[in-house]
């Protein structure tokens, strides 16, 4: 028998070694490859026996799996021929078991102005958040360590030496900038406790230690585990790395042709490339290259999930894309991009065109003007694919930043919640339209397509026919709340616990971009004109000033996102080619001239301007007061000799314009008006 198959048929499940059924049995469902060592029946029969152990019920596109140890050792012997010996698991270290991000860090760092009242850089503020959240684990991790020596009464020496050994360890995942000296770790740490998050800033913007695996570092190290026949080890490619170093191992790029230089990549140790190579980071991808499927490899880190549907209403987002079952014109469909509200069943978000590559970021615009229109936080947790948001990771959609929680996923439709409401939306609701168009390979026969061909419908009649489904869909019942519309439910149920809308974490990524200035406190945006504020508000006193200071006079750069009415929502300010937020710009606000017409909207925003101008006035007196009044008395000359003179100007006045004649006194002032007349009647004549 030829057991030389390309088939994988183990995997790890609840961090146990299992084989798949599917390749033991023979019968319908029996894989293409697989071994046949028994029948569907028999191997029921010996699991109800308990002499084989099965570890997951069969499911859905899940496969039956039985525990590997419990199969006969001869099949095991099998197996290990056809298919070769299962790859070990990874296992996590202690430290990266008990590590999370700290988004309260995060939102404080986010938050927090210098003394001169300037806000953080975006590269700091993600070092800080991850420098606090390392230590968060190393509390964590020292805790136990000393609890694990006291339960054995040993001594606690040294414990400090081997949470500090693993937190430089860490840095090969995560490469944060703390001590590596366990001293000074340990003193960092003191502080930390005492100061909280103020002990990670520092006046030069937190240290920079330098990362010794860069980018350039992985993508050797992938492309030397990906690209060899052999399929390489982890401790293979680290002999080959130190062979690299040292001049008898050559790794020429293949697209370029590009001889690696070895004096640009620092020495590392076994262990660093190791657990780097362990990473899932770096096995989605070289692993993928190396078995050849994908899919295969990631279904043995994907179990099935059940999931409870949320009890609060803006907890969560499901979003994807589809294409409405209808032509606008022959061979074309609409892309529709949506979201669903998982605990109110409503979607929330809608955008549509002619390409789903083009209405990505008018999806999240439109999302962010809905809720705000509704005088709603954005949704704590959103869930999507992997294809159209993969660039937006590292901006807006990190953990934190626009959401607090981010799930998305490439390649796995169930992961997302939102593809199970497309159903009851395509055949309820949309099939009742003209136009439909059945799947070409439906199973019920009601959902098949009809003897007569479906007419094309037109754009915008399809567009909006889209729009008004979901109006209907949105006032339908609630699956579970009886009595009220998945809309009501939406309004009525949503989560407290959802954190304010973090503008200053996407409006960069997802605004418009204006260049302007700032004039006498005011900034002009859209041919209007903005004053300076904070959190939608004007500022006054020390802090205006404080922010003028910064701005007045500069270049700006202004992001900013206006409404579903035209009207522009928030507008934050940043220093001209800086990633510095500096301050918020308001709308001017405008008054009535007549004070007879004035109401009480006019008399709050003429307080509120006069307040403003006062604020200023009162800074510019207390800047005058503090300048000393002086006498400058400036004796410098002007030449450095004498030597050029001009004949005569230097003569007596009397040689110069001769003789003064000396006037005779009036005696009587009034004998000088004697003469002067003047009629108190003019002709008309005389006048003209």
Excluded at 144 to 153: P, V, Y
Aim: with cysteine.
């Amino acid at each position: 028998m030829n057991y030389e198959l390309s088939g994988k048929p183990f995997e790890y499940y609840n961090g146990e070694l299992c084989v798949k059924a599917r390749y033991l049995i023979s019968g319908k469902s029996a894989d293409n490859e697989s071994l046949q060592l028994i029948g569907e029946r028999g191997l029921q029969k010996r699991i109800e026996k308990g002499y084989i152990k099965r570890s997951r019920m069969r499911g859905p596109n899940t496969p039956m799996l039985i525990t590997f140890e419990t199969v006969p050792p001869s099949w095991q012997k099998i197996l290990i021929q056809a298919f070769g010996n299962p790859e070990h698991q990874p296992k996590k270290s202690i430290f990266e078991k008990h590590f999370e991000k700290d988004l309260a860090a995060y939102e404080y760092f986010i938050n927090y102005r210098i003394n001169d009242g300037k806000l953080l850089p975006g590269n700091i503020i993600d070092e800080c958040t991850l420098n606090a959240s390392v230590l968060n684990c190393v509390e964590r991790v020292h805790s136990k360590r000393i609890a694990l020596r006291r339960n054995l009464r040993g001594s606690i020496r040294g414990t400090w030496q081997i949470v500090s050994s693993e937190c430089n360890r860490f840095k090969v995942i995560r490469p944060h900038t703390l001590p590596e000296s366990s001293t000074a770790l340990q003193r960092k740490m003191k502080d930390y406790k005492k100061e909280g998050y103020e002990a990670l800033i520092h006046g030069n913007f937190c240290n920079k230690s330098a990362v010794k695996l860069d980018e350039r570092v992985k993508e050797l190290l992938d492309s030397m585990f990906s690209y060899q026949t052999d399929k390489p080890t982890a401790t293979k490619i680290s002999r080959q790395y130190d062979g690299f170093l040292s001049g008898y191992v050559e790794v020429i790029n293949n697209g370029t042709g590009e001889i690696y230089d070895p004096g640009e990549f620092p020495k590392l140790s076994q262990s660093t490339i190791k657990s780097y190579l362990s990473k899932w980071s770096s096995k989605v991808g070289t692993h993928t290259i190396r078995s050849g499927n994908r899919q295969v490899w990631m279904s043995k880190f994907r179990p099935y999930h059940d999931m409870i549907q949320p009890k609060f209403a803006n907890s969560i987002i499901s979003i994807d894309d589809r294409q409405p079952p209808f032509e606008y014109a022959k061979g074309k469909r609409m892309w529709f991009y949506n979201a669903i509200d998982l605990g109110s069943e409503a979607f929330t978000t809608w955008v549509y065109g002619q390409t789903k590559e083009g209405i990505i970021i008018d999806f999240y615009r439109q999302m962010v003007r809905n809720y705000t229109g509704w005088g709603l936080n954005l949704p704590a947790e959103l869930e999507g694919e992997m294809s159209l948001n993969s660039s937006f990771l590292n901006t807006f959609l990190q953990e934190g930043s626009m959401f607090q929680y981010i799930h998305i996923e490439a390649n796995n439709a169930r992961g997302k919640r939102i593809e199970a409401y497309y159903r009851p939306l395509r055949y309820d609701l949309e099939k009742e339209r003209e136009g439909w168009l059945a799947r070409p390979f439906a199973l019920s026969e009601s959902n098949q397509a009809g003897a007569k061909p479906q007419p094309i419908v037109p754009y915008d009649l399809l567009a909006e026919g889209c729009l008004k489904d979901i109006e209907t869909w949105n006032n339908m019942e609630h699956s579970k709340i009886k009595g009220k519309t998945r809309w009501e439910v939406f309004l009525e149920t949503q989560n407290p616990e959802v954190k304010p809308t973090n503008w200053r974490a996407f409006l960069p990524y997802l605004g418009h971009k204006t260049e302007t200035s700032c004039n006498v406190g005011q900034i002009k945006l859209n041919n209007k004109k903005y004053l300076i504020g904070e959190n939608g508000r004007i500022v006054y006193s020390n802090r205006l000033t404080g922010i003028i200071e910064q701005i007045e006079g500069k270049e700006l750069d202004v992001y900013w996102l206006d409404g579903n009415d035209g009207h522009i929502m928030k507008a934050l300010v940043y220093l001209r080619g800086t990633d510095r937020c500096v301050c918020e710009a308001v709308a001017k606000p405008a008054h009535n001239k007549a004070q007879i017409e004035r109401t009480p909207d006019d008399l709050f925003n003429y307080e509120a301007m006069a307040k403003y101008v006062s604020s200023i006035d009162g800074y510019i007196n207390r800047r005058k007061k503090a300048i000393e009044k002086v006498t400058v008395i400036d004796n410098t000359p002007k030449t450095l000799n004498n030597k050029f003179q001009i004949t005569g100007l230097r003569k007596p006045i009397t040689e110069r314009i001769g003789p003064v004649e000396i006037m005779e006194d009036v005696e009587d002032e009034d004998d000088i008006f004697k003469t002067i007349s003047t009629p108190f009647n003019m002709s008309l004549k005389d006048r003209f």
